[in-house]
């Protein structure tokens, strides 16, 4: 998973769109203006709040079980991600450094689609 979100970082992808190109992918679908308009939810929706990693998955979560979404997963990985990353807004996270980007975002990528396939259980 490693080499397809830093094949996804050199395309210019950022962190939601990459959370739901590894979605589309493990549903064997396809949807380009989709990913282009998760560049919406890019670096806390462009002024740091709540981070693109998190939000994308949330909408990767709907998108793949819309009924559980909305009733037990949405709570889960937001409960998951702030326990685990200690915050949910990007300039939080990001500790007002953007070098961060480079060293904690590939990192939070992972493992947050790596908790969203366990949610799903997909393998």
Known sequence: MKEDIFDLKLKGYCC???????GLRKLDKENADLVAAMA??????WNGKT??????????LYLADPYNASQNYVQDINEWFEDTFEATDCQVL???????????????????????CEI???D
Do not use: R
């Open 40 to 45: 919406g939810l890019c670096n806390g929706i």
């Open 120 to 122: 799903l259980e997909w």
């Open 16 to 22: 939601s769109q990459i959370i739901m190109e590894l």
């Open 51 to 60: 981070c693109g990693v998190l939000s994308a998955a949330v909408c990767l």
């Open 94 to 116: 990001l500790e007002g450094n953007e070098l961060n980007k480079t060293q904690k975002c590939p990192m939070m990528i992972e493992a947050t689609f790596t908790k969203v």
